[in-house]
């Protein structure tokens, strides 16, 4: 995307490398503004707890207030700053690459150009997110020795103030920190995961048998049996209303149940592709390429920083 002539007037900030997590809190005041014409290689979580930005994606643009999950994907030129009219704007950021998970939990409140918006997080909830913010920068400090940083105590070592900035060093610190961002993700995210409307009880049923055991052996004929319908009537019913066919979904659930296991586990290849449904390696292989654009291993390395 070609750069706009106002973005030149700002100096362009790089973003942390792809491959470490970073997290910290800000409390910025009037003048703060970021400007990457070249996106970033990661992703942005952001959180805020008090005052207001606004976050501009590409063609994307939405105002953050203290509740709101705004999460940017990487690769598309962005910029953020104080929200006119506020006099400051505080919040939790978080620099890294997105467990294959996310993507989906996040897709609902996708305003263009991979900008994520989720607005108006319940309050009974934001105290949660808040704890999970200030695990997330308590475990990035680990040095793998005896337990992790005390967070959530006044004055302990590890609690984050505003300004502060971690980078977790070491396996366990960044998979601990992860994990405390994987649980802001969900409880903003897919606390109130859009139900879709109009959609046949025994369609859901059967998206649901896919998504909880997509390595089983499903064919039309069988998901037909457990929701009580014909085959033919089942597979013209599951395409009308979800807008793919029943082994478009079941392909679709293993290739995603794929991509969690190589980010997880270390399992080889070829038991990945058994465990995801997949009777040939060679098949999986070039399919799993065709939707990530990297063979299973590379995918695999990419992640984690190899």
Known sequence: MPVRADDLSETA???????????????????????????????????????????????????????????????????YALRPGADHWA???????????WAGWLRPYEIGDRLY?????????????????????????????????????????GVAGAGEVAVAHGTAARELALCS????????????????????????????????????????????ERVSLSPSRFAHLFTQQLGRSPMRALLDARLLHAARLLEATDLPVERVAAASGFTSPFHFSRVFRQRYGVPPGGYRSRLRGA
């Not at 879709?196 to 998901?223: K, M, N, Q, W, Y």
């Open 181 to 224: 961002l994987e649980e802001v993700v969900l409880l903003a995210a897919a606390r109130s995961e859009p139900r879709r409307s109009g959609v046949d009880p025994r369609i859901r049923r059967a998206e649901g048998l896919i998504a909880a055991d997509p390595g089983a052996r499903h064919t039309v004929r069988s998901l037909a």
């Open 91 to 101: 919040f939790w950021w978080a620099h890294c690459q997105a467990r294959t998970s």
């Open 13 to 79: 900030v790089p973003s942390p490398p792809p491959g470490l997590v970073t997290v910290g809190r800000f409390d910025q005041g009037t003048g703060y503004r970021i400007n990457r014409p070249g996106g970033s290689d990661s992703w942005l979580f952001t959180w805020t707890t008090g005052g207001g930005g606004l976050l501009r994606q590409g063609t994307a643009e939405t105002v953050a207030g203290p509740g709101d999950l705004v999460v940017l994907g990487p690769g598309v030129p962005h910029r």
């Open 117 to 157: 918006a989720v607005s108006h997080t319940h309050a009974g909830v934001r105290d949660r997110v808040d704890a999970a913010f200030g695990r997330m920068i308590a475990d990035a400090r680990w040095a793998g020795e005896g337990a992790p940083p005390a967070e959530g105590v006044p004055g302990a070592e």
